[in-house]
């Protein structure tokens, strides 16, 4: 007869989760977000792109229920339009970041010596540099653009991934398990695929949540500097940038893209911290 | 006589540290017929489960190396082996249990998965035969509603589930040869002697042979019908199980025996013996005998020269300067 008292690790975490309510308010903000990035072509009430002179620096109400930019472009929608560019830069750059960092990550935590030293060392180099230079200098190199900016914050992300999941690796190869794993004739690839990436996986999706949050930023700020998402793509850090002019006669241009920011770091922030919470409390149990 | 399934001849098993070189296992001779349960007994720190690591080929490299000596398995040397014939072996001809159930099993996975996996590396069945053959693996060893329990967690199941979960593990391919590397020592003594008459009727059922490693002598005497007296990386004495307890010859093992708390009779109660002293730092050993230092029987001798292994009745071999 099975025991109903005892749960598998899934319905556990989600019982956890579920119960801490600003994990779920995180974890609705993401969804949310998500939602406006797919269905944009029909929650924007008009055309981003659409300018509309005499209207330049409208006010919001009436016909522009957030108002207009300096170009008389629909404020509302280029938010909504800008969630696209948010989270595929902030979501594509975390997936090279998590398999570029997993790769070598992997590599320099099992074999250790030699292979390990030269990967830290080339990883050293990367975290010198201040992020914002990095990806400055990345674009200057590649040019600028949605995908290459996307490609910069990447490069940026990897190391930190390498590092905690090497640190990971390290402790798992110690474990009884993995020794049990040899002993029934598990090959290298064996034990790294199947037996210790499932036991570091978890600290690194929320990893991934976190550095999201900022991934965002880094795009908001590459945009502002001009070196991200080009016009007339909307792009939050983009808005902020050119309603930097009218900041004293138009607040709202620059402030409300500054707000959809702030929520969504917020978000994925807290989407994250959920996340540690529900699923560290069981590792360390077992 | 058939030839003997394992046989170790000179295995010299070394750690090189920082330190200095640490002589985990030096000179051990042992063989193994099949169908025999073999005993090693000893303190922490002996080498019997060196001896064990050196047999599956899993002493940490590189600080740790099988310098000499070899290592006969149904008629080839494991010493000399590749690591991928080393891997068609591992799990399926010889297998392993260790100590800690509670850590040998992945957290993150079932166990059925886990005792699928043994099976798969080493034969071609499909998934679900796999998992099927899991399920029977649970029902041998003993587990009560295998059907169910295979899909729990580690997490969900007690110390002895567990042990016998990595016993079905190392069982599964139907091993030659299973060592088990103080597989109750961690478990409470109602556990421990289920776990050791499972041992011993899946013995027979198997077709397996068992190295049993051990410190507790009554252990050995429920399972081993051979046993080795390991000191200091030595087989120190060896001898089948009736002879050793009944007539230990080497001091280390007589002391043993004697050390053994004795159940409180009519008489006075007597003091616990001991035998004074510690374990030699295996980076500075003596030469000569190395239990010299804790023997109550020490002459000049055993200072001077190391005492060989030699045969002082057939069947019986004693590592002493006091049986020549």
């Known amino acids: ?3 109903q008292a005892l749960s598998s690790p899934m319905q556990e975490f989600w019982g956890h989760f579920l119960r801490n309510r600003l994990a779920v308010a995180g974890f609705g903000i993401v969804i949310g977000l998500l939602i406006v990035a797919l269905l944009a072509s029909f929650l924007a009430p008009q055309d981003p792109t659409l300018q509309s002179l005499p209207d330049k620096r409208a006010k919001p109400g009436g016909k522009f229920i957030l108002g207009a930019d300096e170009f008389g472009r629909d404020i509302l929608s280029r938010l909504i339009y800008g969630t696209r560019a948010a989270l595929l830069v902030g979501t594509v750059s975390i997936a090279i970041a998590l398999l570029l960092g997993m790769i070598l990550g992997t590599t320099s935590g099992f074999f250790g010596g030699m292979v390990d030293n030269l990967i830290m060392r080339i990883l050293d180099i990367l975290l010198a540099f201040p992020y914002l230079l990095l990806a400055i200098a990345v674009v200057s190199a590649i040019g600028p653009g949605i995908l290459n900016t996307t490609i910069a914050v990447g490069i940026w992300a990897i190391p930190g991934f390498a590092r905690i999941i090497r640190a990971s690796v390290i402790t798992i190869k110690k474990a009884d398990y993995i020794q049990g794993a040899r002993a029934i004739g598990a090959s290298n690839t064996r034990i790294i695929f199947s037996h210790i990436l499932p036991n570091f996986i978890s600290p690194v999706i929320v990893y991934s949540t976190l550095y999201m949050a900022n991934a965002i930023l880094i795009e908001a700020a590459l945009s502002f500097l001009g070196l991200g998402v080009q016009p007339p793509t909307p792009s939050w850090g983009l808005m902020v940038s050119s309603g930097r002019d009218f900041l004293l006669s138009a607040p709202h241009i620059a402030t409300l893209p500054g707000i959809a920011i702030m929520i969504t770091v917020l978000g994925f922030n807290l989407l994250g911290d959920g996340l540690r919470d529900s699923l560290d409390p069981k590792l360390r149990n077992l | ?21 640490v002589k985990a296992v030096d000179g051990v001779d042992l063989s ?4 025999e349960t073999l005993g090693l007994v000893g303190e922490s720190g002996c080498g019997k489960s060196m001896t064990a690591l050196s047999i599956m080929r899993l002493v940490p490299e590189p600080i740790g190396r099988i310098v000499e000596g070899s290592i006969n398995f149904e008629g080839r040397d494991i010493v000399k082996m590749t690591e991928s014939e080393m891997r068609k072996i591992r799990g399926n001809r010889i297998s392993m249990v260790f100590q800690e159930p509670m850590t040998s099993l992945n957290p993150v996975f079932k166990v059925g998965f886990q005792i699928a996996e043994a099976i798969q590396l080493h034969q071609e069945v499909p998934a679900k035969g796999a998992w099927e053959r899991s399920i029977e693996m649970l029902r041998l060893v003993g587990i009560p509603s295998p059907e169910s329990r295979v899909n729990e967690y580690p997490h969900q199941m007690s110390g002895g589930m567990r042990q016998r979960v990595m016993i079905a593990m190392a069982l599964s391919c139907r091993p030659k040869l299973m060592i088990a590397d103080e597989p109750t020592t961690a478990l409470d003594v109602t556990i421990q002697a289920q776990i050791l008459d499972l041992i011993n009727r899946l013995k027979e059922k198997v077709g397996s042979s068992i190295l049993l490693i051990t410190h507790n002598l009554g252990v050995v005497a429920e399972v081993a019908q051979y046993v080795g007296v ?8 060896y001898s089948d199980v009736i002879r050793l307890f009944k007539n230990p010859k080497h001091p280390y093992t007589v002391g043993l025996f004697q050390s053994i708390p004795k159940k409180r009779g009519s008489g006075q109660r007597e003091r616990l013996q001991v035998i004074p002293g510690l374990v030699p730092d295996l980076l500075e050993l003596p030469m000569g005998c190395k239990f010299q230092d804790r023997c109550s029987q020490v002459f000049k001798k055993c200072k001077n020269e190391p005492p060989p292994f030699v045969e002082i009745e057939p069947g019986h071999q004693v590592r002493c300067w006091l049986y020549e």
Not at chain 2, 6 to 18: A, D, H, P, V
């Open chain 2, 1 to 21: 006589m058939a030839n003997p399934l394992l046989e170790i001849q000179g295995l010299k098993t070394f750690f090189f540290t920082r330190k200095g070189i």
């Open chain 1, 1 to 3: 007869m099975k025991n």
């Open chain 2, 230 to 237: 390991m000191y200091a990386g030595h087989i120190v004495e």
């Open chain 2, 32 to 35: 193994l017929n099949e169908g």
